[in-house]
T-cell receptor, first 111, second 112 residues
Framework: AQSVTQPDIHITVSEGASLELRCNYS??????LFWYVQSPGQGLQLLLK??????LVQGIKGFEAEFKRSQSSFNLRKPSVHWSDAAEYFC?????????FGTGTLLAVQP | NAGVTQTPKFQVLKTGQSMTLQCAQD?????MYWYRQDPGMGLRLIYY???????DKGEVPNGYNVSRLNKREFSLRLESAAPSQTSVYFC???????????FGQGTRLTVV
């Protein structure tokens, strides 16, 4: 069965520090992978997506993610975090008929 | 360009009451979804509709029914609300394969 695991429930980083949010997926076919961000009280916004080609994908707000098939991972990174990045981040896998999300990682940013 | 519109934004129900959450999209997407979001559990898929005229159960369908009224609209019905259905509900469209899903702003439902 398809599934997405985000092992970190909550992460705190200092402003200006680098960030990596982990995501592992389980899917038998070629995965379509996404990262979404949710600010408090808001809906979800797409940060980036991967479906083929270059395994390092660039997204909005300075985020990037790397697809590693051998590790079934699609980790999200940002070299320097801003206070406005505090939000909840969701990894998702798109199959042929549905979109499945992980449990999310809540990011807090310290001044 | 409205995208995905959900109504209502907030609702309080008494146990046993029924209600329907409405969702409409104007992006001509074939697929639509209903998720519920609970703290620490991410977004769990309740029902989805891969195309007009079809609906399928997701991860947590018990206590819910859906109707894909036409290509634009996908409603979620709670026939007899229970406190365990207190949650934030999101409707989304798109998201099949490699396409982006677009989300509504959510409905915060409290069942007392």
């Amino acid at each position: 069965a398809q599934s997405v695991t985000q092992p970190d429930i909550h992460i705190t980083v200092s402003e200006g520090a680098s960030l990596e949010l982990r995501c592992n997926y389980s899917y038998g076919a070629t995965p379509y992978l996404f990262w979404y961000v949710q600010s408090p009280g808001q809906g979800l916004q797409l940060l980036l997506k991967y479906f083929s080609g270059d395994t390092l994908v660039q997204g909005i707000k300075g985020f990037e993610a790397e697809f590693k098939r051998s590790q079934s991972s699609f980790n999200l990174r940002k070299p320097s975090v801003h206070w406005s990045d505090a939000a909840e981040y969701f990894c998702a896998v798109g199959t042929t008929n549905k979109l499945i999300f992980g449990t999310g990682t809540l990011l807090a940013v310290q001044p | 360009n409205a995208g995905v519109t959900q109504t209502p934004k907030f609702q309080v129900l008494k146990t046993g009451q029924s209600m329907t959450l409405q969702c409409a999209q104007d992006m001509n997407h074939n697929s639509m979804y209903w998720y519920r979001q609970d703290p620490g559990m991410g977004l769990r898929l309740i029902y989805y509709s891969a195309s007009e005229g079809t609906t399928d159960k997701g991860e947590v369908p018990n206590g819910y029914n859906v109707s894909r009224l036409n290509k634009r609209e996908f409603s979620l019905r709670l026939e007899s609300a229970a406190p365990s259905q207190t949650s934030v509900y999101f409707c989304a469209s798109g998201g099949l394969g490699n396409t982006e899903a677009f989300f509504g702003q959510g409905t915060r439902l409290t069942v007392v």
